[in-house]
């Protein structure tokens, strides 16, 4: 199985946690910004990341990406089978996938992405979603955490991976959760990081990051 795209990637990051956490071996290969080749071309046909390959069978899109993982492989069980459960855990990777990551993207594109692809950077962009929106993503998560430190059902699930996944991109460049006003985000936030599956990924993109810092 291929995965094409960016390591830095939320979108990116959330497959291969996914299927680290499932016991799937992903070979990560680079897909968009004109690359990836024709493989990738044909798997996501609008360059959307990431793209995927197993033989002959070809698609985009995380989300569709995951399903059809879990598919093939629904042991152990990230998305819940209990009607509201499930519901929720939906809910959150839609939160995840869209709130999350339009409130992120101003801010981890131009203060991050801009400066490497020698690109213009708009910061009051940025600092107008980190000063505007951020806060309230985080006093809704601090607000919904369950005592357990997990999303859903007490335990780890796709809820935790879709939510954590964007907001480790804000925190790449973004110091506010370090304020200190939403310690149940933070202590969450740090407990996804530590996980093998987390730590593997985000040790793969380090140097894509440190890149990204440099520029």
Known sequence: ????????????????????EKGIDLEVQP??????????????PFGKIPGFQDGDFLISDSTAIITYLDTLHPEPNLIPTEARARART?????FGDTIVQATGMPIFFNRMVAPLLGMPQDLAAANAAEADKLPGLYDYL????????FLVEDRFTLADIAVACPL????????????????RVRDWLQQMR???SFAAALAAEAKAIERMAAA
């Not at 897909?31 to 996501?44: D, I, L, R, V």
């Not at 939906?90 to 839609?94: G, L, T, V």
């Not at 607000?143 to 430190?149: F, Y």
Request: glycine share 12%; aromatic share 14%.
């Open 142 to 149: 601090d607000r919904v955490l369950p005592e357990s430190g």
């Open 168 to 183: 480790m991109n804000i925190c790449y460049c973004s110091a506010v959760l370090k304020e200190g006003r939403w310690p």
């Open 1 to 20: 199985m291929i995965l094409y795209g960016a390591r830095p990637s939320p979108f990116v990051r959330k497959v291969i946690v996914f299927a680290a």
């Open 90 to 94: 939906i809910w959150y990777e839609e």
């Open 194 to 196: 530590e996980r093998p």
């Open 31 to 44: 897909g968009g910004f004109g690359q990836g080749g024709e493989a990738f071309a044909q798997a996501s």
